[in-house]
Nanobody
């Protein structure tokens, strides 16, 4: 059974930082590209960041470039999203996702095979 479990969400003031983690089980983690998406109330799910199978390549949404960093530890089956300089517009439920291999169209939710349940991030002004 595949499980992606996010943690680390919470309430933070604008300008602050949060570290989101996603623990994976039931998959060959090193064979999966991992992504983070977010969904704010009343909005569609949007791409945040992605990292290739061994971490050699990363991709970010323009809105988070320079503020967020995605990383992974294939020995721990863990992917991390370090968020800094948070803004109120970063408020959303953040989801971890996994797709088998491949490094294209990473910003499209439809290409991911597995999803976590989400962790809520609230940034107050």
């Amino acid at each position: 059974q595949v499980q992606l479990v996010e943690s680390g969400g919470g309430l933070v003031q604008a300008g602050g930082s949060l570290r989101l983690s996603c623990a994976a089980s039931g998959i060959i983690f090193s064979g999966h590209t991992m992504g983070w998406f977010r969904q704010a109330p009343g909005k569609e799910r949007e791409f945040v960041a992605a990292i290739s199978t061994v971490g050699a390549a990363t991709a970010y949404a323009d809105s988070v470039k320079g503020r967020f960093t995605i990383s992974r530890d294939n020995t721990e089956n863990l992917v991390v999203l370090q968020m800094s300089s948070l803004k109120p517009e970063d408020t959303a439920v953040y989801y971890c996702a996994a797709r088998r291999g491949a490094w294209y169209d990473n910003n499209k939710p439809a290409v991911y095979h597995y999803w976590g349940q989400g962790t809520r991030v609230t940034v107050s002004s």
